[in-house]
Nanobody
Framework: QVQLVESGGGLVQPGGSLTLSCVASGATFSRYDMGWFRQAPGEEREFVAA????????YYADSVKGRFTISRDGAKTTVYLQMNSLKSEDTAVYFCAARTGKILSTIRNSEHWMYWGQGTQVTVSS
């Protein structure tokens, strides 16, 4: 069983930056793909970014590519989401997720992620 705890959300102005953190515990961190999803009011949960367990290959939604960076620190069992050039449409609750033993083609599908954090609110507004 993996426990995930996010932090770092808040209110930021358009064009600003924010870094989210997610600390994982309860399992061997290196064996898990780690990802970020987000959900705006009235919308479905959508894929934001992910980093694979081995090799650290990263994947991004088109809407955040070039602005967001996902990274992982094995020593701290933490995954980060650095968000730059934030837009109002980035406003959502951001969820950290973990999974293991899944094929790459399912990485953008929330149904194929096994563990979830409680979420952290990000609001982009002037």
């Amino acid at each position: 069983q993996v426990q995930l705890v996010e932090s770092g959300g808040g209110l930021v102005q358009p064009g600003g930056s924010l870094t989210l953190s997610c600390v994982a515990s309860g399992a061997t961190f290196s064996r898990y793909d780690m990802g970020w999803f987000r959900q705006a009011p009235g919308e479905e949960r959508e894929f934001v970014a992910a980093v694979r367990a081995n090799g650290g290959y990263t994947y991004y939604a088109d809407s955040v590519k070039g602005r967001f960076t996902i990274s992982r620190d094995g020593a701290k069992t933490t995954v980060y989401l650095q968000m730059n050039s934030l837009k109002s449409e980035d406003t959502a609750v951001y969820f950290c997720a973990a999974r293991t033993g899944k094929i790459l083609s399912t990485i953008r599908n929330s149904e194929h992620w096994m563990y979830w954090g409680q979420g952290t609110q990000v609001t982009v507004s002037s």
